[in-house]
Nanobody
């Protein structure tokens, strides 16, 4: 299993960024795939998850601002981030797990790297005020 993130970087408050996770090595629709983030000194937290191509979960902190989508042909999962805020600054990770569907993501609290079986390397997103 490989997860490769791209698209991170810097933005100003109110700006937008699009993150992409390229996946390989597993049956795309059989896994739950999500975006997670970890700010300095804080636990890794769920941002958004998708499974089965259409079932989604969003954390309360980003609902209405971020959108997760998947492309089964390209085997990618994107996170469109709009109306960015300084508190969105973190290292963002793509994660995948056969046993974690989108509806399970709300329960992934406080488990850090144990939340998902597979992880990308992570990339930094910085939002300046």
């Amino acid at each position: 299993v490989q997860l490769v993130e791209s698209g991170g970087g810097s933005a100003q408050t109110g700006g937008s960024l699009k993150l992409s996770c390229a996946t390989s090595g597993f049956s795309f629709y059989d896994f739950g795939i999500g975006w997670f983030r970890q700010a300095p000194g804080k636990d890794r937290e769920v941002v958004a998850c998708i499974s089965g191509g259409s079932h989604t979960y969003y954390s309360d902190s980003i609902t209405g601002r971020f959108t997760i989508t998947s492309d089964g042909a390209k085997k990618t999962v994107d996170l469109q981030m709009n109306d960015l805020k300084p508190e969105d600054t973190a290292v963002y990770y793509c994660g995948a797990d056969r046993d974690v569907l989108a509806e399970h993501c709300g329960g992934l609290v406080g488990r850090n790297e144990r939340m998902m079986d597979y992880w990308g390397a992570g990339m930094r997103v910085t939002v300046s005020s």
